[in-house]
């Protein structure tokens, strides 16, 4: 059994994409995959996927875009102060709460 590693992004964080095809990009992440290690990034690494049509849902055949997971490897959360990719780091507050910190400057994400 492989140990996975704790991926410290959740939905709603403002991260930038770091490698592939959409380098550079910013957006927020929409969902978290935790056992495939991977997070869908809004507007992000968009594939085209044909449809069929649905007469029961109303619903038009054609090509559709959708957005497709990407690595968490490959996205960095943005600090908004240094305007540059960060690192996730943990802290301990005076009232025993667990925050999440960026590294580069030590400020909290949580708030």
């Known amino acids: 059994m492989t140990m996975k590693k704790k991926i410290k992004l959740k939905k709603g964080d403002q991260v930038i994409v770091i490698t592939g095809k ?50 968490v490897s490959n996205v960095a959360i943005f600090n908004p102060t240094t305007k540059k990719a960060d690192r996730v780091g943990y802290k301990f507050l005076e009232d025993g709460r667990k925050v999440r910190i960026f590294k580069k400057t030590g400020e909290q994400i949580d708030i």
């Open 22 to 71: 959409d380098k550079g990009r910013q957006s927020a992440i929409t969902r978290v995959l935790h056992q495939k290690d991977k997070v869908f990034v809004d507007g992000v690494n968009m594939k085209k996927k044909a449809v069929r049509p649905n007469p029961n849902a109303n619903e038009v055949g054609g090509i559709k875009e959708i957005e497709a997971a990407l690595p």
